[in-house]
């Protein structure tokens, strides 16, 4: 869910499933929906190999979310035409109408909302971890995140003077207390932004917005257990205390959030945090999730990028699909 300016300018320099409002009708045989993606890594696919390389900035795969929704929909004679894909890794709800910083001498991505038009009639979007500052959060826990491991995440550990191991009682009273409130009140004002300016650009398009999978289980001793490959333990050094905080109080939290305002908006929403509980990264051979600083799929700078809990390529086919479901049952279809 997170990436950092110095990796964009990195890579450009290498050159309940849904929550039913009223359902539109089912398309015409052959006729397409006119469709726009708009989102953050968990969208486009970081980590996953290979990436488009015209998106390198960006750091989006190849085959992301929007290929896998297409291929599963056209399964099932619902044809989208995609207009334009302009997730981005690292974007947070306000890069929907701000441009966002690339970093370094890379040109900063031009403002979502751009790609949406009046002839558009579906709107797929997926932010809001980097709207809370999720990777701060998890430099907050992580001591290794706070050196040379975590440099392609964005931003410090929310405060540096309090120890990592103790970021689960810091979060809970005082001024970590505070920041995080204030977080989550920014998240629901830009959720209530999203939702406006959508609604401006693109007035007769269906919203669907898409939660986030679930990255931790309920039975937090299954994080116990090394990597099936050796590459450490699912949530490195995060401690264990804070493992049900990070579930509960953060993704938990802002999965109810979104959708709220997505019922509150008459939009659909995808909820991959009830959906996959059973393939979070804590879950070995069978996660949907990479490990945190377990090496990804993508190499750039003779380098593996590291997993920052992004949906891998399980993940990915597995919340298509869900998201695929979701909009073929607001057109009437049921599952391939």
């Given amino acids: 869910m997170t990436i950092s300016r110095s990796l964009c300018a990195a890579a450009a320099a290498l050159a309940s499933l849904a929550v039913l409002a009223s359902a539109p009708a089912a398309s015409s045989a052959g006729e397409a929906v006119p469709t726009v993606f708009l989102g953050d890594g968990g969208v486009g696919g970081y980590g996953i190999a290979p990436v488009d390389e015209s998106r390198l900035s960006c750091v989006r795969a190849a085959e992301n979310l929007p290929d896998v929704i297409e291929d599963q929909l056209a399964d099932q004679s619902i044809l989208l035409d995609i207009t334009a894909d302009v997730s981005c890794s690292g974007a947070a709800l306000r890069h929907v109408w701000e441009e966002q910083d690339l970093g370094g001498d890379v040109a900063p991505a031009p403002p979502q909302k751009r790609a949406l038009t009046k002839e558009t009639r579906l709107v797929v979007a997926g932010l809001g971890a980097h709207t809370v500052e999720l990777g701060r959060i998890l430099k907050q826990c992580s001591a290794r995140l706070r050196g040379a491991a975590g440099s392609l995440l964005p931003g410090e550990a929310v405060d540096t003077r309090s120890p990592a191991a103790e970021c ?107 959906a996959t509980g059973g393939a979070t990264t804590c879950d070995g051979p069978d996660r949907a999730i990479g490990g945190l600083l377990e090496p990804s799929g993508v190499t750039l700078l003779h380098q593996k990028l590291p997993w920052f809990l992004h949906p891998n390529e399980t993940g990915r086919d597995a919340n298509g699909d869900a998201v695929a479901q979701a909009i073929a049952a607001m057109y009437g279809r049921g599952p391939a």
Avoid at 171 to 189: C, H, I, P, S, V
Avoid at 238 to 246: D, H, K, Q, T, V
């Fill in 168 to 274: 689960a009682a810091y979060f809970t009273k005082g001024a970590g207390a505070d920041w995080l409130t204030k977080r989550f009140e920014q998240a629901e004002k830009d959720l209530e932004k999203l939702f406006s300016e959508i609604g401006s650009e693109s007035p007769s398009a269906e919203v669907v917005l898409v939660g986030y999978p679930r990255l931790i289980p309920a039975d937090v001793k299954r994080c116990r257990a090394a990597l099936p490959d050796g590459g450490g333990r699912p949530l490195a050094d995060i401690p264990e205390s804070a493992w049900p905080f990070l579930d509960e109080k953060v993704q938990a939290r802002l999965n109810s959030s979104m959708a709220q305002r997505a019922r509150t908006h008459g939009a659909h929403f995808v909820d991959l945090y009830a």
